[in-house]
């Protein structure tokens, strides 16, 4: 068996790797995700009212670089000690749960550090803060909701569930 990149696996398209396809999809879906979450979110924190235009743009764009690298390290972490060698067909469960176990951790992790340690961010009166966490519901909501409809975009299933239409004869 050759190694990616080498001559007898050159050429070859995404179907021969069903993982590259899949991670590809996923990763994209979840960069363009975070990029609306962290627009869409972004009236809970105070710099929704205390930073210029270009504040906001550069801390959701900024945010989203760090969701980005989130996600890409939850998946990794995930495929590395949960998924095997013919993932996403094998083992599919197990990674979506540890992926977005990990990032939901560190999610949590960081909204701490950076809201009671460094300061670097604050909420507004407007988020709605999940009590024994103290962290904001819409970021901890952020690395369930998109991870898992990543998953569903990645693996070719509808990301909205269909609601089945039953037709009694």
């Known amino acids: 068996m050759s190694a990616p990149g080498t001559a007898s696996t050159r050429g070859r398209s995404d179907h021969t790797f069903p993982w590259l396809r899949t991670l590809r999809r996923y990763m994209g879906f979840v960069a363009v995700a975070n990029l609306i979450w962290e627009f869409a979110h972004m009236p809970l924190y105070t710099l929704w009212e205390t930073g210029s235009a270009g504040e906001i743009i550069f801390a959701a764009v900024h945010c989203t670089g760090g969701d980005i690298l989130i996600a890409l390290s939850a998946i990794m972490l995930s495929l590395f000690l949960l998924g095997n060698g013919a ?56 690395w369930i909701v998109i991870p898992l409809a990543g998953f569903r975009f990645a693996l070719g299933l509808p990301v909205v569930p269909r609601k089945r239409v039953t037709v009694d004869a």
């Not at 979506?96 to 701490?112: D, H, P």
């Open 87 to 142: 993932w996403p067909a094998e083992r599919r469960f197990p990674v979506v749960v540890g992926t977005v176990a990990f990032g939901l951790a560190y999610t949590i992790f960081s909204e701490w550090l950076n809201i009671e340690i460094r300061q670097a961010w604050a909420y507004r009166d407007l988020m709605p803060i999940i009590p024994v966490l103290d962290a904001g519901l819409s970021p901890v909501l952020q």
